[in-house]
């Protein structure tokens, strides 16, 4: 890898057992969780340095469904769907329906910034087994959710991987920051 050649990193909440969403993809406890210092966990600066975004269907939808502006206006958005007649409903969003090492290298040549794995499980599990992501930051929401969408569902490839960092903030969540071996 050159210097310059733009990573694809993870970059995702998660429950202490591994969840991202519960079973019906809804993700109150993510927002439970008091931060009366609006503290963001790292996710400005990290969005500053990406100019693309790789999510699965399901994710783009739930999205959507917030009912908020469209919060990621200057970058390019590769929506997963095997669906081949999906239509794109946000500025700069193309619908991708493969998705393997072609494909991935594809979007690192088209990039200038880095490449962000939105999610959700299905797409990082695949990303993983590809052997593409090059870094991973977890941010641990202390909640034990008992059942839900898993952040690495399927049989996920075994991977070691180094720790760059933790960080521990005071509302209780914890940033593990990784990078390929
Ligand atoms: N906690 C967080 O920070 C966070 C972040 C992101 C997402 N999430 C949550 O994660 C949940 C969704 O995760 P998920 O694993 O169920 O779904 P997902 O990965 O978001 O999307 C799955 C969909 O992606 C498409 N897809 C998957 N593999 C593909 C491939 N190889 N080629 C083409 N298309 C492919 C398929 O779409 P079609 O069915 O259209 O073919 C599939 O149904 C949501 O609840 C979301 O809220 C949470």
New binding site residues.
């Given amino acids: 890898l050159s210097a310059s050649k733009p990573q694809i990193k993870l970059f ?3 429950s202490l057992d591994g969840y ?2 519960r079973e019906n ?1 809804t ?1 109150d406890w ?1 927002h439970a969780l008091p931060n009366p210092k609006q503290l963001d966990y790292g996710y400005h600066s990290f969005l500053a340095e990406i100019d693309t975004l790789i ?5 783009y939808e ?1 999205i959507l469904g917030f009912g908020v502006d469209w919060p990621y206006g200057d970058c390019n958005i590769y929506v ?4 081949q007649g ?1 239509q794109a409903q946000t500025p700069r969003t193309r619908f991708l ?3 393997n090492k072609e494909s991935l290298e594809e979007l690192r040549r088209k990039s200038q910034k880095n490449i962000w794995i ?6 990082i599990s ?1 990303c993983l087994a590809l052997g593409e992501v090059d870094e991973l930051i977890l941010s641990i929401i202390p909640i034990i959710l008992g059942d839900g ?1 898993r952040l690495f ?1 399927g049989q996920p490839k075994e991977t070691w991987l180094e720790l760059v960092s933790s960080k521990a903030f005071e509302t209780g969540v914890v940033n593990l920051h990784y990078q390929r071996q």
């Fill in positions: 995702i909440a998660c991202i969403a993809n993700l993510l999510m699965g269907r399901t994710t739930e997963l769907s095997r669906n999906s329906n493969e998705l939105v999610g959700g499980g299905q797409i695949q969408i569902p």
